[in-house]
């Protein structure tokens, strides 16, 4: 597949053009920034795009891509109910193409969310904790907030107990913060990037999820698998999560 | 739901029995061992049993259920085909009733796999760590080699390349036993029971999925969520991970 | 070593009995409880008892002891100051005999406390992690509040600055309680038995500290480990950690 | 203290200037590199260096720093026995300053090593897991290979038992390299960096300690402590963890 990227030259851009350079089935083909010509697109051959650039210029570039029956992978932010109607309407004019809007790639994180939630119904406890470098302004993560609503969402779905507690003496704090009758930990540690773990208990044993991600590349690896299902998922597609087929 | 258990009296029946009665949505109406008259079970009324009998007599424990229309859970070993086809014809006497035959009722080891062997398409990297006491005759674990053939046939599924490895210079054994292409490492030490931990690992991230069974009660979960859905799986089902609505 | 257990019916004294037992260094001569004559010790010729008797009758036991010369290892609880002088005074007149008040007899919790105490000055982040059943009344755990002491008194004297933390915007309890300046974060889960980590950051790299207590028999190598060191240390012992040779 | 960065230029040096200038009690005078004058050091009045430069200029560098008593912090490979000898021979003439020559800048590998020996002799068994990048050449590293044999070390010296292993059908490679009679297990895993673990066992509980380095910055923190205890060590020291006050 041969692959254009938009925003080349940002941080995130450039890593993606590395991954796609590394992998042996896709081929970068175009690598256009801010000041570059769009048109190169098409002298190129582009058969998708990868967007990390800004909100100001994503929809033109989306526009350009639909009109030429382009793929795009978007990881730009911004998208609201404005913006993806529109993006569905320009979509019923491209039929065949495809456009996801993900605000996460990273795999780990949404496999480690959905694996919560489809095991926490079978436990008795489940806790989250998350681990940062101290320089992160809100505890718990975003992520560790988003997971604990799955995972009490899902109980509720099976219809589960409330969580076994017998504390009666505690300090202040000690039992983390309370996300949907789900307790959340957050611990900040300098040398730690970002990593959460998701504990589950029953009778006798205990499942444990971690995922850690050590590096901001990690987004690369769900770059590429969105790449590779683009084509077979026409019309427009929000989440990667509903890119891999995990059922 | 009214509930007897056959094997009673025996260490895991008996743990069974203990369970069943703490659970509010059971009732324990019947406990019956190998001197006791298995009619007890029509006096109290029993919808469903559990067995953790012996191969000897479940069969004809399993007989009699079907011809009074009692579900069945059986963590009983010995079941070949011509015993799975005897049940499959009985069963065809007893419409709407369900039998469970299940090797394992460890809900943490079933969760744990189905879980390696859906991220394992999503990562360069999937290696088995596996960790039992020092008494455990046979390295890696039946839990483990199962788990690693899992993981390989769903990245030849998925297509996926070999796993990377630079390795150049090794002692023996360093890089742990190979089964299916999948690294399977055994640690023994005192102290542990069963422990396993599947890592997974793409760029920048890496995932791991972590078993701890502590007690040999850590059946009875799987026992009990084996109960409240056997009503709703009527005629033969062998392997509870069809019981856990995963998807 | 000859060894004596007094309290050898209850359930610590019962475990105790079976770990001399299978000690191939050590003989169980003599196995007393509360119904029993205490003059079993002399005629079974006893070098040291294990005392895990009741604060009632653990003075008259060691008073005994004493007086015939048998070194004692003591997980007996109820000591003050004014029975650690009684102690010193009898053990001034039986030179070369040693006693081991000891409150906790877990060689993990110990080496945990102190690992963690002997590197919190290197780091720039330290927190803990405990993690118990659900039955469990009071939080954070006494081990993990004493841990934080400890972390925060070798921080303390390596003159090292409070720990970085920039967290503008959290959830209440997302940052755990707060012993001495450290981070305690208390988890309840179906499953645990007794369990705690300490992890300590900083820059690029992080330690962990983590012990697993998954069965009450854990205290039994360190009545083994002082039993062995005993009679090298004479006089009024008080912890075990004295005789763990660390330095 | 006024410290110089020779080698400043090179990628650890530069991580070395940047941590320097963080370091609120530190202060860089000199960055010099192999195109500068080293004379530069005696204009800004340094009184430590760090040297992160090339065997075939250190010892030149290290003579002309004590020919003006200028300590000197060596990351510097290449030193054997006639080069040590060469930097006594000096240091005798320059009486109060202190040469540290350290193959490892780790903290966290040497609290691992020195933890892992330290807790050996309490446990019945102790294996090592360790987890690199798969781009990695041998297994197991060496820092787990030097581990096991500390572990080995300490065992040996306070006279336990091997450890207990009933295996009796294994697949080749399942339960690792033995180093020392130690077990030692290599994994390779995409997006691992460099991480240990040590898994000490014994009745009923488990101890662990892991070190996780995500990053090549992690030496930064190591080549500080030294910085701030040179001037208390006088004379040559070889190894970081002397400068560890650790008991």
Redesign the interface.
């Known amino acids: 597949m041969k692959v254009g990227v938009l925003g080349a030259l940002g941080k995130v851009g450039a890593e993606v053009c590395r ?1 796609v350079e590394e992998a042996p089935d896709l081929e970068l083909v175009a690598a256009v920034d801010a000041d570059d010509d769009i048109g190169a697109l098409l002298t190129a051959g582009t058969e998708a795009v990868v967007d990390f650039t800004h909100p100001d210029v994503v929809m033109d570039n989306l526009e350009f891509c639909l009109d030429h029956g382009i793929h795009a992978v978007v990881g730009t932010t911004g998208f609201d109910e404005d913006r993806l109607g529109q993006l569905r309407t320009w979509l019923g004019n491209a039929p065949g193409t495809g456009v996801l809007i993900a605000p996460n790639f ?3 994180a949404i ?2 969310m959905r ?1 919560a939630a ?2 926490a119904p ?6 989250v ?1 998350e ?1 940062h470098h ?7 993560s975003g992520t560790a907030r988003r997971t604990a609503e799955l995972i009490a969402a899902a109980r509720a779905d099976a219809g589960r107990d409330p ?17 949907s009758g789900v ?11 970002a990593h959460q773990e998701v ?23 769900g770059v590429l ?1 969105a790449l590779r299902a683009i084509a077979d998922h026409p019309g427009l597609t929000v989440g990667l999560e509903s890119f ?1 087929d ?2």
């Open positions: 991954a990273s795999i780990g496999l480690m694996f489809a095991a079978f436990y008795d406890s489940v806790e904790v681990l101290p320089d992160k302004a809100d505890a718990p969580m076994p507690d017998a504390t009666s003496t505690a300090l202040d704090g000690a039992r983390g913060a309370e996300v307790r959340v930990h957050a611990l900040r540690v300098r040398g730690m990037v504990v589950l208990g029953g009778t006798g044993e205990t499942l444990t999820v971690r995922h850690d991600s050590m590096d901001r590349s990690s987004f690369s690896p698998t891999l995990l059922d």
